[in-house]
């Protein structure tokens, strides 16, 4: 695999605020692009990031065959860039490129590409703890032509984005708030697949919720409206009894790396871990009891997210009086810690360059 590279006459990064960022605004000066055509990834290029060029008739804008995935990198203690567990979001891409019938993307061509378009934006990775350097890697369904059926060509992309934290409350308690009305995704559905429609059907019901006051919705099964899935954004872990559950992969709910990451944490903590399906009326009455400790989401644009409240239909519950929890802390300090380098990766998560 050869990878060409087009390299931008005068990069634009001292036109940015490095030390102000906000999430997704701002994209570095290059990405990269390979096609498939003619049954096979063609080589890949890199190229000064800007608009690019496509037919109306462009089958994923008509029928969303498309997926993407979110990782990010780190500018590490010891000055280096750390990419946090690449092969982990490589399995989860192509899982989703299964679901949507498109062709996967070999895990050695994956990092090639990461590597090589991370090494020649180096700049572009904040050097402040807290900030990171999202990437964006995307696949698109390229033929024209209106009907539905599996596209014959696609378009890789790797685009890059310096980012602070996802979350306008930081590391302060976010509040969700549960929809009797719509669901996110069914068993057999998209819902373990990263792919846009997930997060179209969510826009509605999180517009409904941010009016309200609320950050996100935390969403419900969609057949029993009864137990817990995920937020959408991330997923969804609860501190009930000094034991941490969260809702099992069962075909629904996204495969989160962060939420990998802080089960294994966990379990070599010691701490006891539930993957199991949890109701809505068990959290009420586990806060009731007096019994739910602490709850927090996982993502990787979210991190470690706690949680301070949850709505659900009249009743609320706040968590942990609405402050940050020891153990969501604990998480954080060491997942951060393990991305910038000041704790060993002793899970062997990272990729450095
Ligand atoms: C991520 O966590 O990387 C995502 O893609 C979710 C999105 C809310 C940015």
Redesign the pocket.
């Known amino acids: 695999m050869k990878i060409n590279i087009t390299p931008v006459k005068q990069s634009k990064i001292n036109s940015v605020d490095m030390k102000h960022l906000t999430f997704g605004d701002v994209f570095s000066d290059h990405m990269l692009i390979m096609d498939y055509k003619n049954g096979q990834w063609q080589d890949p290029q890199i190229v000064p990031y800007g608009e690019i060029s496509i037919s109306p008739a462009i089958c994923s804008l008509h029928y969303g065959q498309v997926i993407f995935e979110?990782i990010k990198a780190f500018y590490s203690k010891q000055g280096k860039i750390n990419i946090f567990r690449p092969q982990k979001y490589h399995e989860r891409m192509n899982r989703s490129c299964r679901r949507l019938c498109i062709p996967e993307i070999s895990y050695d061509v994956f990092l090639n590409c990461l590597l090589e378009l991370i090494k020649l934006e180096k700049a572009w990775v904040p050097r402040q703890r807290g900030y990171s350097l999202y990437i964006r890697p995307f696949i698109f369904a390229t033929d024209n032509h209106i009907g539905v059926r599996v596209s014959h060509t696609y378009r890789f992309m790797i685009i890059l984005s310096p980012v602070e934290s996802?979350y306008k409350e930081g590391l302060n308690p976010v509040r969700l708030i549960t929809s009797g009305e719509y669901v996110r995704a069914t068993k057999g559905g998209l819902g373990a697949a990263k792919t846009p429609a997930n997060y179209a059907a969510s826009l509605l019901p999180a517009d409904e919720a941010q009016k309200k006051g609320f950050t996100q919705v935390l969403w419900l099964d969609a057949v029993t409206h009864k137990n817990i899935e995920e937020v959408g954004?991330m997923n969804i872990c609860f501190v009930i009894n000094n034991e941490l559950v969260t809702p099992p992969l069962d075909g629904s709910i996204l495969e989160g790396t962060t939420r990998d990451s802080v089960l294994k944490l966990a379990r070599e903590w010691g701490i006891k871990v539930n993957e199991r399906p949890i109701t809505i009326d068990e959290l009420f009455t586990a806060s009731k009891a007096g019994k739910l400790n602490e709850v927090f989401g996982t993502?990787?644009?979210?991190v470690i997210s706690p949680v301070g409240e949850i709505k659900h239909q009249e009743s609320s519950i706040i968590v942990n009086e609405g402050k940050i929890g020891a153990l969501s802390q604990k998480f954080y300090d060491e997942v951060t810690a393990i991305q910038y380098g000041e704790k060993p990766d002793k899970f062997d998560w990272i990729v450095t360059i």
């Open positions: 979110g996802y954004t993502g990787t644009a979210a």
